[in-house]
């Protein structure tokens, strides 16, 4: 059976025992990965996964995604080590270039071109990984090595990943030309079928998951009426048309048509996505809930490698060894 991983990307809560309610709740459903992001006026990311591991024994820990610029690879390496140790194995480093202007000019941090920016992201990606990989690195990191992911939709960026990466991460986002920086518009399933072949013809055979960030869900609405909802908040930026084709929004009836959705289709996702948002859509979409499991039996094609933790199944979640993953943000 073709293996699919779910899981959240949790940027905010309000309380701690808001945070550990939901962390328990994301692992008694059955996700695979908690994961956080990296953004001024959000949780700092590696405190908030250090303590969703103290609360899950078996939650693989990702960040989703790392501003390249925030960061010093020594310090770096430290934080992901610890997380690494205190986790017992469970860390997984992603690493984006950065596309907030905004946030570099209120952090007073120096806001590059796309070119160099990602020549940084490149030069960040080898040296961490020089760094965890040296025998006399302390802490020294129980997973060797750890899985690292690089999240990009610009065609320079995804060549880092197709480069380096164990986990390609397809963020569907792209600048809008001539706007703002910081203005985004999603990818069409054109767009990303041919950002998908290029990453595959640089890996050069160089094996590697797909991931896919979901920056919408909506699911028990018709998927029109979710659509029109959403473009009357975008400021015009946005059509219906756009969010019914793009790979990066997932808009369904019911539960039988998202998990269709998620699985290959025409819609030419890189691969099966799984992390969803978490309001009025963590306990529908539960990996553990046997409609979920019955539907992507039903829909999977045949695969060799991998299957799904079982419901009741414990201890830590393993690296994957297959290719489907995804990814959605906590609206």
Avoid at 140 to 163: D, F, I, K, Y
Avoid at 257 to 282: C, D, I, W
Avoid at 299 to 304: G, L
């Amino acid at each position: 059976m073709l293996e699919v991983q779910f899981g959240i990307n949790v940027g905010a809560v309000s309380s701690q025992q808001v945070f550990r309610q939901l962390v328990r709740r994301a692992d008694a459903l059955g996700y695979d990965v908690f994961a956080a992001p990296d953004h001024l006026g959000g949780l700092a990311p590696f405190a908030a996964l250090s303590a969703a591991g103290m609360i899950s024994e078996r939650l693989r820990l990702r960040t989703y995604v790392l501003n390249t610029g925030f960061w010093n690879p020594a310090l770096l390496a430290r934080e992901v080590a610890t997380l690494d140790v205190l986790s017992q194995g469970r860390a997984e480093l992603g690493f984006g270039a950065g596309h907030m202007k905004s946030e570099h000019e209120d952090a007073r941090l120096p806001w590059l071109p796309l070119k160099a920016r990602v020549q940084a992201l490149e030069e960040m990606v080898l040296e961490v990984r020089r760094r965890l990989a040296d025998e006399a690195h302390r802490p020294q990191p129980v997973q060797q090595p750890v899985p690292l992911m690089v999240g990009a939709m610009s065609n320079p960026a995804l060549s880092v990943a197709a480069r380096h990466a164990e986990m390609v991460g397809f963020a569907g986002l792209r600048q809008v030309k001539g706007a703002p920086a910081g203005t985004f518009t999603v990818c069409s399933a054109a767009e990303t079928a041919t950002r998908v072949d290029e990453v595959r013809r640089q890996a050069g055979g160089r094996p590697y998951r797909s991931d896919v960030l979901l920056q919408r869900v909506v699911i028990g609405r018709d998927p029109e009426d979710a659509a029109a909802e959403i473009v009357a908040s975008a400021s015009g930026r946005l059509t219906v048309e756009q969010l019914l084709d793009t790979p990066f929004v997932l808009l369904a009836q019911d539960v039988s048509q998202a998990v269709k959705e998620l699985l290959p289709t025409p819609r030419s996702r890189p691969h099966p996505p799984a992390h969803l948002p978490l309001h009025g859509h963590m306990d529908p979409c539960a990996p553990s809930d046997p409609s979920i499991q019955r539907h992507m039996d039903a829909c999977a094609p045949s695969s060799p490698s991998g299957r799904r933790r079982q419901k009741g199944e414990t201890g830590p979640t393993p690296a994957p060894s297959g290719y489907a993953w995804a990814t959605a943000c906590l609206m």
